[in-house]
Structure formats: C-alpha cells, structure tokens
C-alpha cells in the first residue's frame, strides 16, 4: 500500500469536512487555504469524492462541499481504497491471486498476510468522527489554562 499525495489531501479534506459537519458548508478557496491543497488539485480531489459518495455540493453563492454521511460512518479504509486502490502491500494477500507459481510454499506470503491484517484492523476501524473527537481532544488539551 501506498498513499499517494491525491489519498493524503482526500484524507485530509474528509476530516476538515467532518470537522465542519452540520456547520456552514465549506468553499474550495476556505478550504484550500485551510488544508494548504493548490485550489485546481482540491477541486478533482472534491469531484472524485463526490462520485463516490462521500460528499455533496450546494450551488449558489451560499454553495459549498459538505460530507454526504455522518462521519461515524466514514471509515479511513473506505477513503484510501476509493482513492487509491487496494490497501494490501502485495497482489499474493488476496484469495483470487493467481500470479505466483510459488504462493503454497512461499515464507513471505505469511509475513504480508499478518501485515495486512494489521493495517486493515487499524484502517477500517478508525472513522472520521474519531478522527475528529482526536482533533477535538488536542485543542481542548492545547487551550487548558490554570
């Protein structure tokens, strides 16, 4: 698995969404400010989740980029996969690979499957409103006073 610069910013414009869900929608020149994104890139990476189905547009001069699901039920894998494809860090972890004359017997198919398993025990249970109560809990913890 690799996340690219595209799944890093889509990740990254998921949570400022959630971060601002039930709130005023958000607009590309806020947001690409905000997420330091090049405006033209923010705007694919907005259009791309859109079509799958993570968020929805308002037009109109009130317009804006909203989350199209709660974010308790977007889940950090669900992002990266749509974005970047598989999460495995090699083809041989799936049950339909064919592409190896050696997979029954091969020493490493184990070590990625464990790896696998790992990440994925990780990434499709995080969700964006964790990732938000996470954002929530530093401001809290950086604004303490006596």
Partial sequence: ?????????????????ALNHNRNLSKIPDMARRLDIPRKFLEQILLELKKGGFVNSKRGKEG???LAKDPSSIKLGDVIRFIDGPIEPIGCVRASYKGCRDIHHCVF????????KALLDIVDRITFEDLVQ???AGKAALSYSI
Avoid: Q, S
Wanted: charged share 30%; hydrophobic share 40%.
């Fill in 1 to 17: 698995m690799k996340i690219t610069f595209k799944g890093d910013y889509a990740l990254k414009t998921v949570l400022d969404l």
């Fill in 109 to 116: 198919k184990k070590i990625w499957c464990k790896t696998t």
């Fill in 64 to 66: 804006g980029f909203y």
């Fill in 134 to 136: 996470d954002v929530t």
